[in-house]
């Protein structure tokens, strides 16, 4: 039995998925994200398109997929927002980076090793968005560091439910 | 470098992401004047032409699911209010009925006084905003984030929304349209931390600013330190901000905390009147312009009609004073040297009656040497007391007796010419 190099391993390792299943996950994300807070009030201690970026970038072991991934999924976010188009990019887009390089790393079928990323990530998204937007950008921001960890806690419970799920979604080889 | 870029792609793409996207934060934030960025919001220019596009292309293909999603939840909900959950609705029916017909009565009273409240207003010139024209939308979506408090509602600039219209609903208001698309409009909510409004407190008369803090809490910020204000205050629009009329209900007051970063000032907490959380039906203000029905119009120029009428008639009293007054014996003829002025003329059978002699002359007494105008030389020039005879207060023609001022003596005798 030969040893598998490191690319043949990542290889092995990828998971694959259908092109629908890229199209519309991110999309429900975005979709969900914007009209759950009118049903949940102000408990709106979640983020869906962080948590499929975090998912997909830990399943596709691609640093520049998930970059790109990141950036739309922010980019789309700041849309929606009265912000500055590209601060929840710039937060993505490390964050989808950095995920895809931990995944290539460590072993990302263990479930708590998954939630434990997501629930550092999230934290380091609020960081890398409060960075840009008070010092990058020099603008005013009201911040409250609670609600950034309760939204952390809220995105692994999130991620605890929904990537067993998206699991169920891979193409089998 | 063929090689460096194959093997630090990664890091190659991962940089221009994010250089191209800080390119674009900087194109849209500004410096201002006073030394600080600021966003492009209604104070400012409005986000440039590429931005919207963007904004646009976002809300374009997230509105169309997230509308879906809204229509199958109102409509799960309604199926579920108009045809399942139908239970006492004969005994309810039967008491709103009635509960409808006693406010009909009270509906008539009320309009007959608020019509002529109207009249009474427009008589007076007042400018007061009136709400006319309203246009009822359904929210549908949020930004997403509690970083940003927008949330989108169902009608557009087709509908004639434009920018800074206000936007509230019969509990109070909710925020301001911010951009406008086709059939879409995003609302910036009074409770975010970039948005502001003009109020007042309802007992108190203090004024402040409404924002929203970093949890999405109403506050009324920008108030000196006062013992008055109390927890169940109402607020009230101040109507200062040219985008919310005044007098529209905004919540009470919940508690007061001091300002941190301020001393002397407080930061009122805000218990809001419309439920920000869970809005469905919202009204936006379209117009405010003072207007009436025809009944009304016509009621109000037929006001102005006899407001005319009024000034005239002053008139031709005067005039007819004056004309009688002329004909009238003066008792100063400024054609004539003093001793054969009527007062001194001996060779009138019917001599006026010389004024009767002070007790005890003072300042104010007929001849003395100093008077009240005199000292602070304010006295009249001599030509303008001496044209005219006296007129007697009648002649002033408004019908009404003069007042006295306030420290002045009646005065019993005619003015002798000084």
């Known amino acids: ?173 | 470098m063929e090689p460096f870029l194959v093997r630090y792609r990664n890091l190659v793409v991962l940089l221009a992401i994010l250089m191209a996207q800080i390119a674009g934060l900087a194109v849209q934030v500004r410096h201002n004047s006073t030394g600080m960025n600021a966003l492009p919001n209604s104070s400012d220019p409005p986000d440039p032409s590429s931005v919207r596009l963007i904004r646009l292309w976002g809300n374009a293909i997230i509105s169309p699911p997230e509308r879906l999603i809204h229509g199958t939840k109102i409509g799960l909900g309604s199926l579920w209010t108009n045809y399942i959950d139908l239970r006492h609705v004969r005994d309810e029916n039967h008491d709103l009925q009635k509960t409808v017909d006693r406010l009909r009565l009270e509906q008539a009273a009320l309009l007959e006084d608020a019509r002529q409240g109207q009249r009474l207003q427009a008589m007076l010139g007042f400018q007061e905003k009136y709400i006319y024209t309203t246009v009822a939308a359904q929210a549908y979506g949020s930004s997403g984030s509690d970083r940003s408090h927008v949330f989108y509602i169902d009608k557009g600039s087709r509908e004639g929304l434009k920018p800074d219209m206000a936007v509230i609903t019969a509990d109070g208001i909710v925020g301001k349209v911010r951009d406008v698309f086709s059939h879409t409009a995003q609302v910036l909510a009074v409770n975010d931390a970039t948005s502001g409004a003009g109020v007042i407190l309802e007992t108190t008369r203090i004024r402040g600013i409404l924002r929203g803090d970093a949890v999405g809490r109403l506050e009324v910020v920008g108030v000196t330190a006062d013992q008055r204000i109390q927890p169940g205050e109402k607020i009230l629009t101040a109507g200062g901000d040219l985008i919310f009329p005044r007098g529209l209900p905004v919540g009470v007051v919940e508690k007061v905390v001091n300002d941190p970063e301020r001393d002397g000032m407080i930061d009122i907490i805000v218990k809001p009147a419309a439920h920000l959380e869970r809005l469905d039906e919202v009204l936006v203000i379209t117009s405010t312009e003072p207007r009436f029905s025809p009944q009304e119009e016509q009621d109000v120029a037929t006001s102005e009609s006899q407001k005319d009428v009024v000034p005239t008639a002053i008139k031709d009293q005067v005039k007819a004073s004056e004309i009688m007054a002329e004909k009238l014996p003066g008792l100063i003829d400024p054609n004539l040297p003093p001793d054969k002025q009527p007062l001194n003329d001996s060779s009138n059978p019917n001599p006026a009656a010389p004024p009767p002699q002070p007790l005890h002359p003072d300042e104010f007494s007929p001849g003395a040497a100093s008077t009240p105008g005199s000292d602070t030389g304010t006295e009249p020039a001599p030509d303008a007391q001496t044209k005219k005879p006296v007129v007697p207060h009648a002649a002033e023609g408004n019908g009404s007796k003069p007042q006295p001022t306030q420290g002045s003596k009646p005065q019993t005798t005619p003015r002798r010419n000084p």
């Open chain 1, 1 to 173: 039995m030969s040893l598998l190099s490191a690319d043949n391993r990542r290889d092995f390792e990828i998971h694959r998925y259908p092109l629908l299943v890229y199209a519309m996950v991110p999309l429900a994300s975005l979709v969900l994200q914007a009209w759950l807070p009118r049903v949940v009030g102000r408990y709106d201690w979640f983020d869906l398109p962080l948590v499929v970026t975090v998912y997909f970038a830990l399943g596709r072991r691609s640093p520049i997929q998930g970059t790109i991934m990141g950036a739309g999924m922010g980019l789309f976010e700041d849309a929606l927002s009265h912000h500055p188009i590209g601060v929840n990019g710039v937060a993505k887009t490390i964050v989808g980076f950095l995920a895809a390089s931990v995944g290539v790393r460590i072993e990302v079928e263990n479930q708590f090793i998954r939630v434990l990323l997501n629930f550092s990530l999230s934290l380091l998204s609020s960081v890398i968005y409060f960075f840009t937007y008070r010092f990058l950008l020099g603008l005013p921001l009201d911040w409250s560091w609670l609600t950034e960890l309760m939204r952390a806690v809220g995105n692994s419970l999130i991620a605890i439910v929904l990537f067993p799920l998206l699991d169920r979604l891979q193409m089998r080889e």
